[in-house]
């Protein structure tokens, strides 16, 4: 379904009279700018004060520009306040997991509590039944997602070094450890940045400036988590086509499986670096 601008209409946002017409300039671009921009800040660069001044200038902006648009924009900024209290560097001890899990969970958890019980409103969705099945070309794309991953990610892990932000993986215990690890957090992701941010934004600007938008706050939170040197060559690409499939398909579990599927590749990839003696199972390991 098109809305008034033609954009591709997000599976999560509401259809409410109250739901603001896109357009492709508006105001509110600023104060949503500065709050994604936060992200950066925040995560790719880590300067803390100025990323929470950022983060704080936007929600005032947005309050004097559109009530309705500072409500979502706060949601956004509490869900990156939540995640910015801690160090995103990869940990595979039991506490370091037990903070992820408490974190992360958080930061998903509160901004929908507060969207439902508190806003009373319906934009924040984790769409599971759609009552469709996958196409013929979604099961295809699903077997490309794999094989760029098992072509692309090993240069990238292994040639550029950036293999190294995450822990040595040199036991079944610790490997268990990272499969948990990278599986989780690849799940989180899309309850966060896709169903959250993603779908906040998409309730006040196009489909495309909400999905650029998400996408630098992605991107720079997977920066912190170490995907580095030349990573975001390959994560805002994906990023991008993360959402614009979810608006496709409308379907959370298929992006899942989606983002699951090239975790499954970062995964091997990761175990490979760490323990060269491994049978060599990517024809494009350096």
């Known amino acids: ?10 599976p999560v946002e509401t259809r409410s009279s109250d739901r603001p017409a896109p357009v ?17 800040l925040l995560f790719a660069v880590q300067w803390r004060a100025a990323g929470y001044g950022l983060l704080l200038a936007g929600l005032l902006l947005a309050l004097l520009l559109d009530r309705a648009l500072a409500k ?24 370091g997991m037990l903070r992820f899990t408490v974190t992360l969970g958080g930061a998903v958890a509160v901004p929908y509590l507060v969207s439902r019980y508190v806003f009373r409103e319906d934009v924040i969705r984790f769409p599971v039944r759609t009552g469709r099945p996958w196409s013929r070309l979604e099961w295809s794309y699903l077997g490309v997602v794999v094989l760029l991953g098992y072509l692309v990610l090993p240069a990238y892990f292994i040639g550029a070094g950036v293999y190294r ?16 690890g990278v ?23 196009t489909f495309w400036t909400a999905n650029l938008l998400q996408a630098v706050v992605f991107v720079s939170f997977l920066w912190e988590l170490g995907y580095r040197s030349w990573g975001p060559l390959l994560t805002f690409p994906f990023v991008l086509v993360q959402g614009w499939t979810f608006a496709r398909t409308r379907s959370l579990p298929y992006v899942v ?30």
């Open 24 to 40: 492709t300039w508006s105001w509110g671009l600023v104060p949503a700018a500065a709050v994604s921009g936060s992200a950066f």
């Open 183 to 205: 599986n989780g957090v690849g799940l989180w992701d899309e309850l966060f940045f896709i169903c959250t941010v993603f779908a906040l934004l998409r309730h006040h600007f």
């Open 72 to 95: 979502h924009l706060l949601l956004i900024g509490i869900g990156l306040g939540i995640i910015s209290t801690m160090s995103l560097r990869a940990d595979l001890s039991d506490a």
């Open 1 to 10: 379904m098109a809305g008034k601008s033609g954009a591709i209409l997000s």
């Open 165 to 180: 932000n995450w822990p040595e993986v040199t036991t079944p215990e610790l490997i268990g450890r990272l499969f948990v």
């Open 257 to 286: 499986a989606v983002h699951l599927l090239f975790d499954l590749v970062v995964f091997g990839v990761l175990v490979q670096a760490h323990n060269p003696d491994f049978p060599r199972i990517f024809v494009t390991t350096p």
